[in-house]
Every structure is written in C-alpha cells, then in structure tokens.
C-alpha cells in the first residue's frame, strides 16, 4: 500500500529557494532519517547514502498559451 502526501503551492523564489537549502541540509545531515516539510505535515523518510535522481527540464511556447517552463525533479530510493 502506498501513502501519497502532496501539496500544491505558488511560492516566491526566496521561499522556493530556502525550502531547497533547507531539504539539501536535511540530506546532507548526519541522521539516517530525514525530515520533509509537505504542506502542514512533515513526512520522516530514510534515504541510504546513495539516492536515484531524475531531473526533466521541459519548456514548452505556444501563439494561445503563452510560453510554459517546468521543472520535475524526482528523487527515489528504497530505505
């Protein structure tokens, strides 16, 4: 059984930026367990010393739409 914790928000990239410093310190800690902020929760994971990393940069333009830039960046593991 999977357990799905997600939370959709529109940041400044200050906030954007220290939400990634301080995930990068939760990695580069010494616990074996992590600590991740999700919305209002925070999810404790335990990643090994190595992680699978996948990053997908896709940049889309379009007359209608206008121009869309996303960045998918998803890291797995098994504990």
Known sequence: MAQRTTSDERLPRS??????AALAEEFDGESEEI???VGN???SL??????????D???RS???RGS???IE???SWKP
Request: charged share 30%.
């Open 41 to 43: 929760k925070s999810v």
């Open 62 to 64: 379009s007359m209608l």
């Open 73 to 75: 960046l998803e890291l």
């Open 15 to 20: 906030e954007l930026a220290a939400y990634l």
């Open 46 to 55: 335990s990643p090994p010393e190595e992680v699978d990393v996948s990053v």
């Open 68 to 70: 869309r830039e996303t």
């Open 57 to 59: 940069v896709i940049e």
């Open 35 to 37: 600590s991740v902020d």
